[in-house]
Nanobody
Framework: QVQLVESGGGMVQAGGSLRLSCAAS????????MAWFRQAPGKEREFVAA????????LYGDSVKGRFTISKDNAQNTVYLQMNSLKPEDTAVYYC?????????????????WGQGTQVTVSS
């Protein structure tokens, strides 16, 4: 099993920045890709970004491209999401996810492990 713990959420004004962290533990050797998703009240869970655990392969959702950056520290078993130029519509619970799948995916059902989520609130 793999355990994922997110941190770094909070409240920020529009135009501000936040950095989320996701620490992985357990059988991390089984992970091929990690990702961030988000879910706003009353909306479906949305893909934000994914990164290959070993190697270089990154995907971004269209709504965050150019503003958010996903990165990793393999030595610390941690994935980050740097969020800049935040907008009120970025307000959501942000979830970290991991998959044993060989290809990066934008689909939530392709991910095997999930964190508990961290709230991000952007005020106008």
């Amino acid at each position: 099993q793999v355990q994922l713990v997110e941190s770094g959420g909070g409240m920020v004004q529009a135009g501000g920045s936040l950095r989320l962290s996701c620490a992985a533990s357990g059988r991390t050797g089984s992970i091929y890709h990690m990702a961030w998703f988000r879910q706003a009240p009353g909306k479906e869970r949305e893909f934000v970004a994914a990164i290959r655990w070993i190697g270089i392969n990154i995907l971004y959702g269209d709504s965050v491209k150019g503003r958010f950056t996903i990165s990793k520290d393999n030595a610390q078993n941690t994935v980050y999401l740097q969020m800049n130029s935040l907008k009120p519509e970025d307000t959501a619970v942000y979830y970290c996810a991991a998959t044993r799948g060989l290809s990066a995916s934008r689909g939530q059902y392709d991910y095997d492990y999930w964190g508990q989520g961290t709230q991000v609130t952007v005020s106008s």
